[in-house]
């Protein structure tokens, strides 16, 4: 089992920036992959970034060059910092640690913290 608390969400306007942290507790940190996904109202959750156990960054699109993703082992702590935030960002966000163990995925969610971007 892995317990998993968001914070860092605010309202923030146009081309701020936001720093997002999500601490786990429960279990190894360190052999999960991580993520950050998103929800808008009236929206499916989509995938926003992902960090492997080796640290390898996987981005969305529409995040690239903008948002990046870092984890602390130590610390049990994922990242994710937002920079030039757009109207579009707005969204709660919702961290996700994720592993495949004999082909069966198990995924824990956090409940979430609201990212509000104003024009």
């Known amino acids: 089992q892995v317990q998993l608390v968001e914070s860092g969400g605010d309202l923030v306007q146009s081309g701020e920036s936001l720093r997002l942290s999500c601490a786990a507790s429960g279990s190894i940190f360190s052999i999960y992959t991580m993520g950050w996904y998103r929800q808008a109202p009236g929206k499916q959750r989509e995938l926003v970034a992902t960090?492997?156990?080796?640290?390898?960054?996987n981005y969305a699109d529409s995040v690239k060059g903008r948002f990046t993703i870092s984890r602390d082992n130590d610390q049990n702590t994922v990242y994710l910092q937002m920079d030039n935030l757009k109207p579009e960002d707005t969204a709660v966000y919702l961290c996700?640690?994720?592993?495949?163990?004999?082909?069966?995925?198990?995924?824990?969610w956090g409940q979430g913290t609201q990212v509000t971007v104003s024009s």
């Open positions: 960090i492997t156990s080796g640290g390898y960054r």
């Open positions: 996700n640690a994720g592993r495949v163990t004999w082909g069966i995925r198990t995924d824990y």
